[in-house]
């Protein structure tokens, strides 16, 4: 058997296409017209925190800090290190979370052509007097928005 069919053809995904071929991205703002995550229903993923006491909320917290890094131009830290340093640093870093989230949020939308507004200050407000989970349902939003390219 020639050693160039031995591959079962993936030779055929190499090119000189940038875009070609599997996570050719990464590190950077993914193309125009969808991003890499599909939407998530706000309500039920407030619903599911409820339910779950939390639970599922601390899930939802992580995946959407990864989703906005996978759509930044400048990815921060992943999720579960957020929450990490939140639980270290007694709920500070949680504060500053929210207000990056915006930062970096309006930035995505500015990358992928989605007018979002930077609510960061906002996030961060509502954080702070302990309606995170308010912030949270404006971020997936957001998210949302940046998934459907609109």
Do not use: H
């Amino acid at each position: 058997m020639d050693q160039n069919n031995m591959n079962n053809g993936y030779n055929n995904m190499q090119s000189n296409n940038p875009n070609m071929g599997y996570n050719q991205n990464m590190g950077g703002v993914p193309p125009m017209g969808g991003a890499p995550f599909a939407p998530r229903n706000v309500v039920t993923a407030i619903v599911l925190s409820l339910v779950t006491c939390g639970i599922y909320g601390i899930y939802w917290w992580i995946k959407m800090t990864d989703e906005t890094n996978s759509v930044t131009p400048n990815p921060g830290r992943s999720g579960a290190m957020c929450f990490l340093f939140t639980i270290i640093t007694c709920g500070i870093y949680g504060v500053y979370w929210y207000y990056m989230m915006g930062k970096n949020l309006y930035a995505a939308g500015q990358a992928r052509g989605v007018n979002l507004e930077d609510r960061s200050i906002v996030y961060l407000l509502l954080g702070i007097v302990g309606l995170g989970i308010v912030s949270e349902a404006m971020m997936q939003s957001d998210l949302n928005r940046l998934a459907n390219g609109n």
